[in-house]
């Protein structure tokens, strides 16, 4: 049976599942923080390891400004609101993205690192302002600059995920069928599963199918 260290999350779909209430784009968003609350509930029961979260990519910043702040705004007061949880759960929190146009909520991304850098029952990795072709090409760039051999073991190192395991599962909700610049070089050998249900409708029983389903998927890296 496949054990579980390390599960990655697209959580796709808040946007239509407001729109489809007949509510805006943003109400979805928020209802989506219910389903990362229970989801890092259940990996902690779970005794997975990892959970790493896409929240926003590079590309989302062509998204209309008014989304985008509210996006900015829900996730401050998630990390503010939750920072004492996260202590007292034992939960570290790591950023992985590029800190270009983080300026404005570096201090408290810094705060919230700092604070729980210690904590070892999960590592929560959120994706922020994260797209994997520039983490790709900024690995490499560094290598040429230091003369060192391009090999696997080198790019792997200064990756943003530099001492996190590869991921076991990578779930997508939101019936898209791609992974949008996530991940790309890690998810080489990783399981995916593509759920139709949106985010916010997506549930701890939905997950739990899944992670039942690992269990038992034969991984052959290449092999026979
Ligand atoms: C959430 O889903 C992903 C984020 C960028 C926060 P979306 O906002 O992409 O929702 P849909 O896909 O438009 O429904
Ligand atoms: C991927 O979802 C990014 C996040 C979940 C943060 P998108 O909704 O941005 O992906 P595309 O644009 O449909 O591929
Ligand atoms: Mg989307």
Not at 213 to 222: A, C, L, P, S, T
Request: hydrophobic residues 40%; without cysteine.
């Amino acid at each position: 049976m496949n054990s579980i260290n390390h599960v990655a999350i697209i959580m796709d779909g808040n946007g239509r599942w407001g729109l489809k209430r007949n509510k805006s784009r943003n109400f979805g968003h928020r209802a989506g923080l219910v389903t990362v609350e229970n989801i890092i509930k259940h990996t902690i029961k779970k005794k997975i390891k990892y959970l790493t979260l896409f929240a926003f990519s590079t590309e989302n910043w062509k998204r209309p400004k008014k989304e985008i702040k509210f996006l900015f705004s829900l996730l401050e007061e998630f990390i503010i609101k939750k920072l004492d949880v996260f202590q007292k759960e034992d939960i570290k929190l790591k950023i992985i993205g590029s800190k270009i146009k983080l300026k404005k909520i570096e201090s408290i991304l810094n705060k919230a690192q700092k604070k729980t850098n210690n904590n070892k029952r999960l590592q929560i990795n959120l994706a922020l302002n994260y797209g994997s072709k520039n983490e790709i090409i900024d690995s490499v760039k560094k290598l040429i600059k230091n003369k060192e051999i391009i090999n696997i073991k080198n790019i792997d190192k200064n990756l943003y995920t530099k001492f996190i395991p590869k991921p076991d599962i990578l779930i997508r909700t939101g019936n898209t069928h791609r992974v949008s610049n996530f991940l790309l070089w890690q998810i080489a050998y990783t399981e995916i599963y593509f759920e139709k249900k949106l985010w916010p409708d997506f549930k701890v029983k939905d997950y739990d199918r899944i992670i039942n389903d690992f269990k038992n998927v034969k991984r052959n890296y290449g092999n026979i």
